[in-house]
């Protein structure tokens, strides 16, 4: 887990220790602030998450007050995240790291899978620690067609988590050839299955038409 996951979960585990039982509103209320927060990025340093736990009482988890704070202070709120949905999904740079809670949550709900036989769920690997961040297009592969740029080649779009031996063996193959290996996979992965966006000549499209369906799956689920 990573500086910016790890003081991220603080403030769940707060929960864990206050409350036995949440009403399913509440748990909406909890993934919208969750989501939310992540994606606006409010947990990188130290003096910004304080602000947070010093108004989770001992007793209680006042989430209309946190989600008020995100909105009100931090000039953050739902409608923000609905307009940059049709930036997210035009933007071919967008930085991937800002986004991987996103990716993450979505690999969740979708009961995506590892692509080994042994069928493992993404959430196991990851809590194991036993995933690569897979590049649907492998980045040595974009190098043979001159892209070399970090933010097109980390893009959200092109990452998705899983078995560190199949992600090895996957090497610098073209996605067209070893993409058919793992047909069964994909829609988890919410990668399209149209085998023409795998090509390079299509390569920025389908970084489009994935961030789209990622960004479509949290809002859909969570946000809506």
Same mark, same amino acid.
């Given at each position: ?91 071919? *740079?967008?930085?991937?790291?800002? #986004?991987?809670?996103? %990716?993450?949550?979505? &690999?969740?709900?979708? +009961?995506?899978?590892? =692509? ?59 996605? *067209?050839?070893?993409?058919?290996? #793992?047909?069964?996979? %994909?829609?988890?992965? &919410?990668?399209?299955? +149209?085998?023409?966006? =795998? ?26």
């Amino acid at each position: 887990m990573n500086f910016h996951m790890f003081h991220f979960v603080i403030p769940i585990l707060k929960i864990t220790q206050t409350l036995y039982f949440i009403p399913e509103i509440e748990k909406k209320k909890l993934a919208k602030w969750f989501i939310l927060s992540s994606y606006a990025g409010r947990y990188s340093k130290d003096s910004k998450i304080e602000k947070y736990i010093n108004i989770i009482k001992d007793d209680n988890f006042p989430i209309d007050e946190l989600i008020r704070k995100l909105e009100n202070e931090d000039n953050f709120t739902i409608d923000r995240f609905m307009r940059d949905k049709d930036n997210f999904a035009e933007s071919l *740079k967008v930085q991937g790291r800002k #986004y991987m809670m996103l %990716l993450m949550i979505a &690999l969740f709900k979708n +009961n995506a899978r590892d =692509w080994t036989v042994q069928n493992r769920l993404v959430v196991e690997i990851v809590k194991n620690r036993d995933y690569h961040r897979h590049h649907i297009f492998p980045k040595e592969y974009l190098s043979e067609f001159n892209i070399t740029d970090k933010d097109l080649i980390d893009d959200l779009g092109n990452i998705t988590i899983i078995d560190r031996v199949i992600n090895e063996s996957i090497n610098s193959n073209n996605p *067209k050839e070893y993409l058919q290996n #793992y047909k069964n996979f %994909l829609k988890e992965h &919410l990668i399209s299955e +149209n085998e023409e966006l =795998w090509s390079i000549e299509k390569f920025e499209e389908f970084l489009k038409q994935r961030k789209e369906g990622i960004y479509n799956l949290v809002y859909n689920l969570f946000l809506k």
